[in-house]
């Protein structure tokens, strides 16, 4: 079955750094898009960033470009984001995507909590 396994969330000061990582199973990864998605406290979940199967191309949400990298390591079945210059309203939990029609399937989440 599709198993997303997100790690690397955690508590990070104003401006700091963090690196998550998503280990995906059960499916063909290297077939598929990956996307992340964040979820705050009241707020709906919207998508951060999304990247292709060959990851040529991506995408970002408007208020993480220029500061989130997303990636992924294709022999390793595992997706990234690098999210760098980070602000208290970064604070969120982050889920792993994959879209396998008719279905879309979710990690557990990753917490990330930025504060000083």
């Known amino acids: 079955q599709v198993q997303l396994v997100e790690s690397g969330g955690g508590l990070v000061q104003p401006g700091g750094s963090l690196r998550l990582s998503c280990a995906a199973s059960?499916?063909?990864?290297?077939?598929?898009?990956m996307s992340w998605y964040r979820q705050a406290p009241g707020k709906e979940r919207e998508m951060v960033a999304v990247?292709?199967?060959?990851?040529?191309?991506?995408n970002y949400a408007d208020s993480v470009k220029g500061r989130f990298t997303i990636s992924r390591d294709n022999a390793k079945n595992t997706v990234y984001l690098q999210m760098n210059s980070l602000k208290p309203e970064d604070t969120a939990v982050y889920y792993c995507?994959?879209?396998?029609?008719?279905?879309?399937?979710w990690g557990q989440g990753t917490q990330v909590t930025v504060s000083s």
């Open positions: 990247i292709i199967n060959s990851g040529t191309s991506t």
């Open positions: 059960g499916f063909p990864f290297s077939r598929y898009a």
């Open positions: 995507n994959v879209r396998i029609i008719p279905s879309r399937y």
